[in-house]
């Protein structure tokens, strides 16, 4: 599975930005997709994810600011960020999860947000 990221820039704190991640290859029996972050000096901490027919989940610093989706028929998924803050600076990694729970990752995207 590969997956290619786009989409992260530099914003102004309450400005938004939209990530989106495409997977190809073999994608057959992705269980789930999602994005992590990772801050500098920190550790990577997961963001959002969806599965299959299950709503998705967020971290709570996030939650009600971002919005995950996924589109089945091109393979992708996308994270809607809202209402951005200084805090959420961070590079941004697209993540999918295999059916033996094997992660994947994609080459990451940096999210830059200034004050």
């Known amino acids: 599975v590969q997956l290619q990221a786009s989409g992260g820039g530099l914003v102004q704190a309450g400005g938004s930005l939209r990530l989106s991640c495409a997977a190809s290859?073999?994608?057959?029996?992705?269980?789930?997709m999602g994005w992590y972050r990772q801050a500098p000096g920190k550790q990577r901490e997961l963001v959002a994810i969806?599965?299959?027919?299950?709503?998705?989940n967020y971290a709570a610093s996030v939650k009600g600011r971002f919005t995950i989706s996924r589109d089945n028929a091109k393979n992708t998924i996308n994270l809607q960020m809202n209402s951005l803050k200084p805090e959420d600076t961070a590079v941004y990694y697209c993540?999918?999860?295999?059916?033996?729970?094997?992660?994947?990752w994609g080459q990451g995207t940096l999210v830059t947000v200034s004050s």
């Open positions: 969806i599965f299959s027919g299950i709503n998705p």
């Open positions: 993540n999918a999860v295999g059916s033996f729970n094997e992660n994947y």
């Open positions: 290859g073999s994608i057959f029996g992705i269980s789930a």
